[in-house]
């Protein structure tokens, strides 16, 4: 399966999820989607189009709080991130580590250092700073210094 | 629930070259159940590089890890040329992945040297270790340091390799071929490494797509995923050379995969030095003038598997957001596959067969004597002395016969 094909029936089966879609490369594409559909967009991409979780990047913006959940398909070499904004106020999305594993740790660190709250999550304990750290202080946010 | 005997292995363990705390939950001598605690040395290295132009950068990342310290580097600069969009020179190519490559082979050599060491087994280590001297040696002729070689940037390398010093490279890669045979005969065909290391610690392929592993541990179980294939970056797409893969997922297989590789890393080293000598000398960088807006993804096979890096540019001179994934971040976490069920012996050696690496160093400026407290070496003298040896190590080295 090569990159059009997997962005093509990607767009297909998730129409109505999608807000925005770009193509850098062959080999580099990023999708902008509804946050509320992540858990099945992630199954897809994980069971069906096979596709492995590298890891996901989370950053505080004007728009809110943003995630970058990389996905490699490493046959071709792609490099597809799902791209979701979450709320300023009271950033939440589905955790996907009922799903697979390697999303656990990931998800852990980023509610610790960005006090981003993932639903569902098996055990959202800190993974870093265990101890050590005030609790509701997010040293990854803008207003931090 | 019967009762379980909690055995700590770190945060400061003899056996651990870095901080790090796993508890293993024993009934006699079965490992039940895992725990995994870190942050020792968390040193906020995503949030620092954004308070540093994209040219400190460099040398930031390079100190994420002290092993793989070019690989973090390699990411970093895939990424940014990605958002800037930068072609580097063909010399600049080649160089990248000779460095690359020497540290992949000088970083299984230690592993190589450390699982003996875990097992009990000093021959071992105290082979490869002397085996890993030689290479540490040319990247002191090459780079100036034995490690952090700071020879990335932007739009190319800082550093040339000069046309005379390719015999001694060449010299040092058909010398270190001779040990590696010598070496893999001795590990392949040890029966106390076979009994030890065989069976022990099994991942297989469902848990290595559940865990999202990577590297030698994927390829160990049969995973064939290699960056420098998938995702070709540098000069790999340039030269001949193929992705090693066992099936087994043990520990034995890992340690089979690993020294497998250092003999592809070592044919891709020869190949790089034949083309580079063709091309014209000090063509290395090309100018990059500003960094656009825009997202990049870099990605560079280290030693350990696939490290990743996003870097979110606002079109200032600095990250506005730095993500850095290394590989050990998802290898670590298999450890609750292969070690429980196991014995107390044969979980360290499976936590270590992934080659665990919780990226610490730290940085020496002046040594005192401990009886008087008196300054022995200021900065600047512990630096000349270190040219002066490198001069020195260079000029044995280019004028060896």
Known sequence: ?145 | MSKKTLIPIGPYHPLQEEPELFKLYCDGEIVKDIKWETGYNHRGIEKLSESKTYEQVFFLVERVCGICSTSHPFAFANAVEEIAGVEITDRAKYIRTIIGELERIHSHLLWVGLAGHFLGYNTVFMWAWKYREPVLDLFEMITGNRNSYAMFKVGGVRRDIENNKMDAIRKAMSDLRKKLDLLTGAVMDDPVIHARTKGVGILTKQDIIDYAAVGPTARASGVAIDVRMDDPYAAYPLVNWKVITAETGDVFAKAEVRLLEMFESVTIIEQCIDKLEKLKEGEITVKVKEIPEGIGTGRAEAPRGEVFHCVVSDGSNSPARHKIRAPSYVNIATFRKSCIGQTIADATISLAAVDPCYCCTERMAAVYDVSTGKKIMNARELIESSEKSTREQREKLINRK
């Open chain 1, 1 to 145: 399966m090569d990159t059009n094909t997997i962005i093509e029936q990607f767009k297909k089966r998730f129409s109505s999820e999608i807000l925005e879609v770009t193509v850098k490369s062959p080999k580099r594409a990023s999708i902008t989607v509804r946050p509320e559909k992540i858990v099945s967009i992630s199954e897809y991409l994980y069971k069906k189009a096979e596709l492995r979780f590298i890891i996901a990047s989370a950053l505080h913006t004007r728009k809110g709080f943003e995630i970058h959940y990389h996905f490699s398909k490493d046959a071709v070499g792609l490099i597809l991130n799902i791209h979701v904004i979450l709320d300023k106020i009271n950033p939440q999305i589905e955790s996907l580590s009922n799903m697979f594993n390697a999303s656990n740790w990931i998800e852990r660190e980023m509610h610790e250092l960005l006090g981003i709250d993932f639903i569902n999550h098996p055990n959202q304990e800190k993974l870093i700073s265990e101890g050590n750290w005030a609790e509701g202080v997010y040293p990854y946010r803008k207003e931090f210094k």
